[in-house]
């Protein structure tokens, strides 16, 4: 969530702290001493809160936060005495005026509209305003912010707010921490949830004049976060002018032309993340000593060149990904291992290749260490069962070879292992992966190992890949998995018929299976079980009887080089997005069902032959 984040400490004692964190600046009320005396605030603010408290609808699915509450239900009208809305959760006032000079509504349940005429704007003091992470129903940001010369900080993130993005933000000059990053369109958002970066819709319209405009007059901004903001331009060059900045996020904003070099130097950077802006395109220049980078992303993003020597100078890089750009090959930089303090590396999917050097032995605080699809030889080092803190690791798409060090069973945090497509051999037990309580994904897919399973019933995973393993049977521990997404045992040698217990496995979660190239024979049930199927490969078997119906949800569906025999079922046709539908090679028989003819545009590839159809093509 939002870096502005407010809490609140009471101690048991008499002392009463009310310590107000606006990223990493620490706004302390002064009175140390017994009850903290509240300043009153003015009728109107108060009356303007309770307003804008009664707008909205609680509502615990409007933030995303697991700790979101609602801090407005203590807000409660006067009933004599000394009620003033500086005691209120969240409201911070000034200590002698009385004036809302704060306000921190972050994660706070907020479902609604807000519009021009919100009571809000009537907060004319505010120096501070916190709505993130709540829900305001589409609404644009209203223009009426201008109303709040004095603020520093705005933080309307992750809130749903759509439409352009209002050029009278510009006039808030004393702005040092902006972020409008992460609305997006909830309904998108629930439906997909594995949709990738790129695929989440953005709400928010950013005009190229406007970008100028805010870094010509936000001159003391801090912190700059426009991520899934569509912005669709050139980065303005004055944006290398706004010398206190801290943090830049500027990710997946349609931005496209030269990133300016300038803005890698700006003294007080810290973090800098272009990830995905395809159009952009960029280099790094030469890094110096005083650079105080600690997070560097520009992944999918079209960077180029080399990543320099110099950047061993950034003692205090921690994230490093320049995956899927278009770095010149050549090998793995060697000096990427002075890097000490990395936790995050990857440079996937650049060309760079040669064995993975032992320096990068020193990296033992990575966490996410990825150079998938490049062009690694050699063997996989055993020292990285010295990096204790790994997570994710990710060597897939590769020409390594040699075994699967045994060192790896030492890595008792990690949860992702992606090590298919490489040229690696030898025995794996999967006894090795035992301890590694938190491992939920393991790829071991087109190498040439040899898998041998047990019969755990402990270990859950979500993502499973053991094609070409050679797999004589199928492995009895799977039908303890509750939670399968993907699934690959293909090209192994498995006889004789799928276990029963398969058809009840994993039926709500499982999106993707490949059995193909086994010696399966067999039949299916009427209906495949699993509900929210995506793509199945069934080819090269020797399963027969009625081709299996599978769920609405199916994209691929691969069956060819089978015994199938019979019609194809019409309720086939329920597929309403199907991209492939492959049936070759088998033998069905008669006419094609009509509707055939009435998938969507969506179908690019469409096999029948090799069957005894008949009639005519729908
Ligand atoms: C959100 O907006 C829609 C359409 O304008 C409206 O029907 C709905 O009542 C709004 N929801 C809330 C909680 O205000
Ligand atoms: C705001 O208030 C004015 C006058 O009270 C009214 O004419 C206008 O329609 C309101 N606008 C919105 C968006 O509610
Ligand atoms: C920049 O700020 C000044 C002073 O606040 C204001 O007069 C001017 O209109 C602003 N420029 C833009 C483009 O918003
Ligand atoms: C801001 O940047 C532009 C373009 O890089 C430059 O021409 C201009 O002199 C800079 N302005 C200031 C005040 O530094
Ligand atoms: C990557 O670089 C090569 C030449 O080095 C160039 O031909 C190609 O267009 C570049 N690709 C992208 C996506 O920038
Ligand atoms: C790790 O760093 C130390 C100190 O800089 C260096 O002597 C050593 O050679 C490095 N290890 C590897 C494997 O490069
Ligand atoms: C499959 O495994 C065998 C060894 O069992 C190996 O020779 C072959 O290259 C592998 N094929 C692929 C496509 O991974
Ligand atoms: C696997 O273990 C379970 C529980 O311990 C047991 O019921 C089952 O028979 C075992 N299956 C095989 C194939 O050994
Ligand atoms: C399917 O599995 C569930 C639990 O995973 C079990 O309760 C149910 O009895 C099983 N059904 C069949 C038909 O085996």
Redesign the pocket.
Known sequence: MGLLDISIIRMVSKLVLVLLLFHHVVIATSSYSSQKQYPSCPDGEKSALLQFKDSFTIDKSASRSTDAYPKVSSWKPAKGGNNTCCSWEGVECDEKTGHVIGLDLGSSCLHGSINNNSSLFRLVHLQRLNLSDNNFNYSQIPASIRNFPSLTHLDLSTSVFSGQVPSELSLLSKLTYLNLALNLDRLSEDKDHQSSEEENYPLLKLEASDLGSLVQNLTSLEVLSLSFVNVSSAIPHSMANLSSLTALHLRACHLFDEFPVRIFQLPNLESLSVRYNQELTGYFPEFNQSSLLISLKVGFAGFFGTIPSSIQNLHSLQNFDVAQCNFSEGLVP?FL??L?QLTYLDISANKFGGPI??????LTQLATFRISTSRLTGPIPS?LGNFSKLEYLDFAFNRLNGSVPASFSNLTNLQILYLQLNSLSGVVEFQMFQNLQFLFQLQLSWNGLEFVTVNSTVQQFTVLGLSNCSLTEFPSFLQYQKGLERLEIAGNKIRGQVPNWMWNTSIETLVYLDISGNFFSGQFPLVLPWVNLVGITLSSNMFHGSLPVPPPTMLEYTATDNNFTGEISSLLCNMKNLQLLDLSKNKLSGMLPQCLGNFSDDLTLLLLGNNSFHGVIP
Do not use: F
């Not at 050097?357 to 020193?362: E, F, G, I, K, V």
């Open positions: 060697s291992g002075n000490r050097p032992d320096s990068l032995a020193n020292w």
